[in-house]
C-alpha cells in the first residue's frame, strides 16, 4: 500500500510540475524538474551513443626495435604515430627536447604547411557538392590589383597564381589574416609555380565564402568531427599555444639549441593562416589523413582532382605522390612534421617533431611505413 501511494504521489507531483512548467519541459528540457521525475515515472533511461576514439590503440605486429632504431638514426624527438588498415596500432612520443620536457602520446604540435592538405580536401568537398569551382576567377571573391581571369582557385590549390607576399607580417598573433593578405600581395606571372602562403590563406576566405560558415567550422564539421579526432584545435591565443609542446631551432655551427620565441611563433603564423592554423596531435594527424583519403569522403575522382597534388608537382603542403606512396612534409617555426601513407590511405605514419638537429624526416617517414607494411 504504502509503494503504491507513493507511485500516486509521485503522479500528482508530476501532474503539478508539469501544469507548473509545461509539458514540454517535463519531456524535452533534460535539465528540468519535471524532465526528471518524468523519466522517473516513466522508468526510462537516457542512451548514449559512445564515440570513437583514436586514443586507444589496436594490437599491433610492428616490429618495435626496428621502428626506434630509425628514429634513434636521426635523433628523432617527438611524437610517432602509425594506422595499419585503417586502424592506429602505435602511437609513442620518442626522445627529449633541449628543455626535456615530459611528452604523452596526446603531446600537441602546430602543423603549418600539413594544414595545407586539410584546406585542399575542405575545397575538394565544396567542389563536389556543386559549391565551388577550380576553374572560377579568385576575382568572383576578392579583388586584387593586376589579376585576371587567368588567377584561379585552382591555381591558389597549384601555387601558381602569380600572387606574392614579400612583407614581414606582425608578431602578434592576426585574427583577419585575409585583409593583411589583400593589401600586401602583388601579382606577377600566373602560370608559373611560387610557394607563397598567401594561396592557401586565401583558399581558407573562399571557403568561408562557398560554405557559408567560418573555415574554422567548416573543417570542424567537414573533417574533424567526421574523422573523429579530439585533439586537433586552432591555435587562437597565447594561452591555447603554452599547451603545445615547445619548438627549438638548432644551429649546427654552435652545436646549440634555442627556444622559438612567441614573437617568431606569431609572426611565423601570421605569414600562413594566423589564429586559423591548427595543432594537432601524430595519432590525429593519422587518424584525418586516413579520413581524407578513403572512399567515405570525397571519393578518388575529387581526390586526385585537387586534394593530392599530381606526381612530379612542386612542393604546395598537400599529400604529394611519390612512387606507390602518399607523402607530405613541413617545417615551421621549429616544428618539422613528415608522413607517409599508402595509396589507399589505409596505412601510414606520421611524425611530429619540435626539435630536427639533422637528417629527412620524410625519408624517415618512408623508411618506416615500408616496415609497417612488412609486417601488415
Known amino acids: 500500500m504504502r509503494h503504491k501511494a507513493g507511485r500516486i ?3 500528482l507531483l508530476v501532474l503539478l510540475i508539469i501544469v507548473g512548467g ?15 521525475y518524468f523519466h522517473k515515472l516513466t522508468d526510462k533511461t537516457e542512451k548514449t551513443t559512445p564515440v570513437a576514439t583514436t586514443d586507444k590503440t589496436a594490437s599491433s605486429t610492428i616490429d618495435e626495435t ?28 620518442y626522445g627529449q627536447d633541449p628543455q626535456k620536457n615530459t611528452k604523452t602520446a596526446t603531446t600537441k604540435y602546430q602543423i603549418g604547411a600539413l594544414q595545407n592538405t586539410l ?9 563536389k557538392d556543386g559549391k565551388l569551382d577550380l576553374t572560377t576567377p579568385v576575382s568572383k571573391y576578392y579583388l586584387l590589383d593586376n589579376a585576371d581571369a587567368s588567377v584561379t582557385v585552382g591555381s591558389l590549390l597549384e601555387m601558381t597564381s602569380g600572387l606574392t607576399l614579400d612583407v614581414l607580417p606582425a608578431s602578434e598573433l592576426n585574427k583577419d589574416v ?11 606571372t600566373t602560370g608559373q609555380y611560387n610557394f607563397q602562403t598567401v594561396n592557401y590563406a586565401l583558399l581558407s576566405g573562399i571557403i568561408a565564402q562557398a560554405s ?18 579530439k585533439h586537433t584545435g586552432f591555435v587562437t591565443s597565447a594561452a591555447v599555444q603554452s599547451k603545445l609542446a615547445p619548438s627549438f631551432t638548432y644551429d649546427k655551427a654552435s652545436d646549440s639549441a634555442s627556444a622559438v620565441t612567441q614573437d617568431t611563433l606569431f609572426q ?12 594537432t596531435t601524430a595519432s590525429d594527424m593519422a587518424q584525418l589523413t586516413h579520413y581524407i583519403t578513403s572512399s567515405s569522403f570525397v571519393g578518388e575522382k575529387y581526390m586526385h582532382q585537387g586534394a593530392i597534388a599530381k606526381a612530379g608537382t612542386a612542393y604546395t603542403g598537400r599529400l604529394a605522390v611519390d612512387g606507390n606512396r602518399l607523402v607530405s612534409r613541413a617545417d615551421f617555426a621549429g616544428y618539422h612534421n613528415a608522413l607517409a601513407f599508402t595509396e589507399d590511405g589505409k596505412t601510414g605514419v606520421v611524425l ?13 617517414a618512408k623508411a618506416i611505413l615500408k616496415l609497417v607494411q612488412k609486417n601488415d
Open 9 to 11: 504521489v509521485a503522479v
Open 22 to 36: 509545461g509539458a514540454v519541459a517535463a519531456i524535452y528540457q533534460k535539465n528540468s524538474l519535471a524532465h526528471v
Open 66 to 93: 626496428k621502428l626506434k632504431a630509425q628514429l634513434k638514426q636521426l635523433q628523432f624527438v617527438g611524437n610517432v604515430a602509425v594506422i595499419q588498415d585503417g586502424k592506429l596500432v602505435y602511437q609513442q612520443p
Open 119 to 127: 584546406t585542399a580536401a575542405a575545397v575538394m568537398q565544396l567542389v
Open 178 to 188: 585575409i585583409a593583411w593578405n589583400l593589401a600586401n600581395a602583388t601579382v606577377t
Open 212 to 229: 557559408g560558415v567560418s573555415y574554422q567550422k567548416f573543417i570542424k564539421d567537414t573533417l574533424l568531427q567526421p574523422a573523429g579526432v
Open 268 to 279: 611565423t603564423m601570421n605569414d600562413q593562416l594566423g589564429s586559423k592554423q591548427l595543432y
Open 352 to 364: 611530429l617533431s619540435n626539435y630536427q638537429k639533422d637528417g629527412s624526416l620524410s625519408d624517415t
